[in-house]
């Protein structure tokens, strides 16, 4: 069946520095990959989708990354802040169904300042 | 420029009452989806609506659960009799229609925190 990991359920970073996620997944051939950040209490917020014909895509301080060979993606956010603290889940669309979005477990990211 | 707005926000109600949950999805928008998201958990799919029809509602309880996208109004989540094992946040997105499938990212309301006493 098909399943979506990341790796690290919380990682703590210091500020200015690069944090790094990561999205594994198998048993899957997705034409994409979104990755969303969530907010304690709040709903989650769409934040950049990769195409599987697209290696990198950045936007802004945001870098993802989509490897369909290894089936992994990576989420990078460069000199992190305080604010950019809060949990990031990857999602990518259920094979039998285009609409249907599988979330993985999220990281939980707490940049010290 | 009003996101997805779901209501209540809390609802708290006693084991084998009914719970409807809300959704009014971002204006434009004509695709609605529900998401459960247990304590310590993902965010598990429940159903994806377009007006008037159900899509796919692979990823809902087959009794007590239903929901609904009339042609006017909000989408509703209803969950009838519920048991201690509704509580959990159910989560609302919507998407515009889209010349590509599954290309366009979903927009989430904040959520309906649903307690079971």
């Known amino acids: 069946s098909q399943k979506i990991e990341q790796n690290s359920e919380a990682l703590n970073i210091q500020e200015g520095k690069t944090a790094t996620l990561t999205c594994n997944y198998t048993?899957?051939?997705?034409?994409?990959l979104q990755w969303y950040r969530q907010d304690p209490g709040r709903g989650p917020v769409f934040l950049l989708l990769?195409?599987?014909?697209?290696k990198e895509k950045r936007k802004e301080r945001l870098k993802v990354t989509f490897d369909t060979t290894l089936k992994q993606s990576l989420f990078h956010i460069t000199a992190s802040q305080p604010a950019d603290s809060a949990t990031y889940l990857c999602?990518?669309?259920?094979?039998?169904?285009?609409?249907?979005?599988?979330f993985g477990s999220g990281t939980q990211l707490t940049v010290l300042p | 420029n009003a996101g997805v707005m779901q209501n209540p926000r809390h609802l708290v109600r006693r084991r084998g009452q009914e719970a409807r949950l809300r959704c009014s999805p971002m204006k434009g928008h004509s695709h609605v989806y529900w998401y459960r998201q247990l304590p310590e958990e993902g965010l598990k799919f429940m159903v994806y609506l377009q007006k008037e029809n159900i899509i796919d509602e692979s990823g809902m309880p087959k009794e007590r659960f239903s929901a609904e996208f009339p042609k006017e109004g909000p989408s509703i989540l209803r969950i009838q009799q519920v048991v201690r094992g509704d509580s959990a946040a159910y989560f609302c997105?919507?998407?515009?229609?889209?010349f590509g499938v599954g290309v366009q990212p979903q927009h989430f309301g904040d959520g309906t925190r649903l307690s079971i006493l």
């Open positions: 048993n899957y051939s997705p034409a994409y």
């Open positions: 997105a919507s998407s515009p229609e889209e």
């Open positions: 999602a990518l669309p259920f094979s039998g169904s285009a609409r249907q979005l599988t």
């Open positions: 990769i195409r599987e014909n697209e």
